[in-house]
């Protein structure tokens, strides 16, 4: 087919005073491990929801590259039935399938060989030329963490992701976590993916960030008068931090042997929700303007002394146990997991953060498998009155908690006391409460959709920029610093919780040495 | 009222039926109805609440009974206090209320969200008494809209009783019976300003009008629309209301200048326009068959002489778009009951500054036609 010539777009009139006007350029996305189950969970079923919502551009195609060996149509049947599984919008609509699987493509081939990605960028240029696409290129990293660099630097030597220039197509990469397993090597990624893109080119994704909650967090503390001015400690006592998940580890023991859960949640996850809770408010919503005030907080994290060590972190392993009326394996009879295994499935953190604003308000965040139920919270608990002019000498009243749930069932709660009707002076707790799906009568899109379209209009401020992996893992290398060297001297506290459980006896002490508790989510 | 009546009306209450009161206690039985929610709800106290006071007045028991339902639609996305002001010929003499109540719930069960719907009725003539009666219901220090849908009700009630009291007007350009009162409407919205009109019609065509609007973004861009020489708007007989609002769309975005109007052979009508650059577009709007919701339009097509830039229903929740540079593409339409666009409306997207300005083009593009000889008034 005759290459058609694009010219530079006049604006676009029509879009004047239309609601939605976040509509991103045509562009092709790359999924390298497109056969796996990332794409067919959740990245294909977000670009199908995306294009029901009429969010892409009509002009979008989608390449799959990897490894295993099929056709156009084998993947399209697969991703179809990810679709009909997956998606948010579903049933999937059959006459928009149609249109939106004609643009579904795939190749095979190896990560690390030039030849291959010759092969990819001959057909992605076929394809461009086909569809009349103006050559923008948004390549999606759903490998292992060990083809990130292979695939960047094959991605540079084929000349695929040339550096951003005005009136230029643009070339973006989003690269999945982990971003590393420690400094040493999340600063070798960084460099080795600085060797050929430019910072605003890498799009480090944490789904979480993709969460209306995370987001609104800074809606709630930054659009509301009433918030902010008691976000500090004067008014704060403490804040509770919970990333807690039913499942163990699903088949993946052997990845899971080498992360731990510091790695798979705190250092990305709950260390991203932490610097949103404690942020600066930012000059703008721009991506820098966030993303510096974050890197601010990390930066501002209080390394544990060895001297606390004990007192401020916990780590533990789950036994066997019991969720939702079944019995569960320990940890350490999941499949790929060593009998010997040091590894944690929970740990709870005291930390602080050195500034201004938190002086001495202790941040504990807990995170852990095999727990009750599957809840990411942040919890603020507010100080309580000067003067306890209601309370009785036992009945202490509850503090005012401000929680901010997450997942699932995304919403803000308000605890306070009310005065129980009646000649008494009893008080009792009430809850104010805000639910997406009960408050806007629609549930919040998921988190990659939203990161995905973010990421097609260039917009990086929900994604995680190189200096704040390098400051989170600076902070939490120092905790493996310390495990590793318990190890070494044979002193290595490992204590066990019943799966189903809210984690061990060690991390209940540590709040209760500072006449606390943890909450019950 | 004997304890058992009480109990009685509280039960009928909570299951959300009508309880009749009397005009003068109406605030005062929600009141005490509430008061018992509160004790025998087994959850703690009950919150009431209000983001609107929506007063839609309508005419006749069948127009009534579809108000009702769309307040009980409307209910779980936006709590209001609905104050229904109906005139019915089969009425006594006086004025008689009913309260009800809705309780939306949360997916656990428990009860979140509670509002309340006043219905007053009468024979014609008590619309005298409706302006005072919302005066006295309207929640203190919550805005008030107006839903005025039913051209049946004397229009004396909107202008001298109800928009003194109107922050938010409501209204529906589709079922408008002809493009003659897009210009009551116009001076209607002119009346209300700086309060903002909205049309639930001019909703309902959004995401048609989402759809075409997306045919120029980039790489396509504005050139085309800047040599467009004809614009073809399809729509089902009846609907001229809302082809010309899109007519009107283009024209004022595109800064057409209305030249004159005629009527067409096949019962359409053909508005001719000179573009900013002094080139003309031919406009036409064709009646035709085809599914549709109530927005009545089919298609939208634009010619610049040499390519074709087109968006077609294909079903009330389906279309296609034609650009000359890809294959034509199945896209799915929004498709909104009447409840949502209420809901819409009484929130951000119902002060939409380009509806105000459209509805001004289509008000002079009616009195084009009728410069014309215009045989459709």
Redesign the interface.
Do not use: C, M, T
């Given at each position: 087919m005759e290459k058609i010539a694009v010219p530079a777009a006049l604006p676009n009139p029509l879009r004047e005073g239309l609601v939605e006007e976040r509509i991103p350029e045509p562009a092709t996305m790359v999924i390298f491990g497109a056969s796996g189950d990332l794409a067919r969970r959740k990245l294909l079923p977000a670009l199908y929801s995306l294009t029901r919502d009429r969010l892409l551009p009509a002009r979008f195609a989608v390449l799959g590259f990897g490894r295993h060996a099929q056709d156009d149509d084998a993947f399209r049947e697969e991703m179809r039935r990810g679709c009909d599984e997956f998606a948010r919008r579903r049933p999937v609509d059959a006459a928009l399938w149609t249109t939106f699987a004609r643009n579904l493509f795939y190749q095979q081939g190896a990560y690390d060989d030039p030849a291959a990605f010759q092969r990819l960028k001959a057909r992605l240029e076929e394809i461009e030329r086909e569809l009349g696409l103006p050559g923008n290129r948004v390549f999606y990293l759903s490998t292992p963490p060990s083809a990130f660099a292979p695939v960047i630097r094959s991605l540079g030597q084929a000349d695929l992701a040339p550096q951003p220039a005005p009136g230029k197509p643009f070339a973006r990469v989003i690269i999945e976590k982990p971003f590393g397993i420690d400094l040493e090597t999340a600063r070798a990624l960084n460099r080795q993916v600085h060797e050929i893109l430019d910072e605003q080119q890498i799009y480090r994704i944490d789904h979480y960030l993709g969460k209306e909650t995370v987001q609104n967090l800074l809606v709630f503390r930054f659009s509301n008068g009433i918030f902010e001015p008691l976000w500090n400690n004067h008014f704060v006592d403490h804040v509770q931090i919970t990333g807690a998940e039913t499942v163990g580890v699903e088949g993946r023991g052997g990845y899971f042997e080498q992360a731990g859960s510091t790695r798979d949640m705190v250092q990305n996850h709950l260390m991203q929700v932490l610097s949103l809770a404690a942020m600066e408010p930012p000059v703008a919503f721009e991506a820098d303007a966030v993303r510096d005030e974050k890197l601010k907080v990390l930066k501002a994290l209080r390394q544990i002394p060895e001297s606390d060590f004990e007192r401020q972190v916990v780590r533990a392993q789950y036994a066997a146990g019991s969720i939702a009326g079944r019995a569960v394996p320990g940890y350490r009879q999941e499949p790929g997991v060593s009998p010997t295994s040091t590894t944690e499935t929970f740990v709870a953190l005291k930390l602080f953060v050195d500034s201004w604003r938190w002086a001495g308000v202790p941040f504990y965040l807990r995170s852990g498998k095999r727990m009750p139920k599957r809840v990411t919270e942040i919890a603020i608990y507010f100080k309580e009155a000067p003067h306890l002019l209601f309370g009785r000498k036992g009945h202490p009243i509850r503090p005012n908690v401000l929680s901010i749930r997450i997942q699932p069932d995304e919403g803000i709660a308000l605890n306070f006391g009310s005065k129980l009707p009646g000649p008494a002076m009893e008080i009792a707790p009430v809850s104010m409460e805000f639910r997406y799906g009960s408050s806007f009568g629609m549930e919040p899109p998921e988190a990659y959709e939203r990161l995905l379209l973010d990421c097609l209009l260039g917009d990086g401020t929900l994604f995680t920029r190189g200096d704040e992996v390098e400051a989170s893992w600076s902070w939490i290398s120092r905790i493996h610093a310390c495990w590793a060297a318990e190890t070494a001297a044979g002193k290595t506290t490992l204590p066990a919780y019943a799966a189903g459980t809210w984690g061990p006896e060690e991390a209940d002490r540590m709040l209760a040495a500072d006449g606390r508790a943890w909450r019950l989510p | 009222m004997s304890e058992a009546d009480a109990r009685a009306n509280f039960e009928r209450f909570a299951r959300g039926e009508p309880i009749a009161v009397d005009v003068r206690e109406i605030e005062r039985e929600l009141g005490a109805l509430w008061q018992q929610a509160s004790h025998d709800g087994g959850t703690?106290?009950v919150a009431r609440a209000a983001l609107w006071n929506l007063v839609i007045p309508t005419h006749g028991r069948e127009a009534l009974a579809r108000t009702k339902a769309l307040v009980d639609a409307i209910a779980?996305?936006a709590p209001i206090r609905a104050i229904t002001l109906c005139l019915d010929d089969g009425a006594g003499g006086d004025l008689s209320a009913t309260i009800e109540s809705n309780v939306?719930s949360?997916?656990g069960g428990g009860r979140?969200?509670y509002s309340e719907e006043i219905t007053l009725v009468g024979p014609v003539g008590a619309e005298a008494h409706f302006g005072a009666m919302v005066r006295a219901l309207q929640v203190p220090g919550v805005r008030t809209a107006t839903l005025w849908m039913d051209a049946a009700m004397p229009s004396t009630l909107l202008v001298r009783e109800l928009l003194p009291v109107t922050r938010r007007l409501i209204v529906d350009t589709a079922s408008c019976a002809a493009p003659l009162h897009l210009q009551d409407l116009e001076r209607l919205a002119a009346r209300t300003q700086p309060r903002p009109v909205a049309d639930l019609g001019w909703l309902r065509l959004?995401?048609f009008?989402?759809?075409?609007?997306?045919?120029?973004?980039?790489?396509?861009?504005?050139?085309p629309?800047?040599g467009a020489t004809r614009l073809t708007v399809r729509h089902r007989p009846g609907g001229d209301v809302s082809a010309l609002l899109i007519v009107a769309w283009?024209g004022h975005?595109?800064h057409w200048r209305p030249l004159r109007a005629s009527q067409t052979s096949d019962g359409g009508l053909r508005f001719d326009f000179e573009r900013a650059d002094g080139g003309s577009v031919e406009t036409l709007l064709v009646p035709t068959g085809g599914p549709c919701d109530a927005s009545a339009v089919l298609a939208i097509e634009l010619e610049n002489g040499r390519d074709a830039y087109v968006v077609t229903r294909?079903a009330i929740d389906?279309a296609h778009?034609q650009?000359p540079?890809?294959?034509p593409?199945?896209?799915?339409l929004d498709a909104y009951t009447d409840a949502d666009l209420c809901?819409a409306a009484l929130g951000p997207?119902g002060r939409?500054?380009?509806f105000a300005q459209c509805l001004q083009v289509a008000g002079r593009l009616w009195s084009l036609e009728a410069r014309a000889g215009g045989s459709r008034r």
């Open positions: - | 703690g106290a779980p996305a939306v949360q997916p979140v969200v959004g995401s009008r989402l759809l075409f609007a997306g045919l120029f973004d980039a790489p396509v861009g504005g050139a629309l800047r283009l975005l595109l294909d389906e778009v650009l540079i890809a294959p593409r199945a896209v799915k809901v997207r939409d500054p380009l």
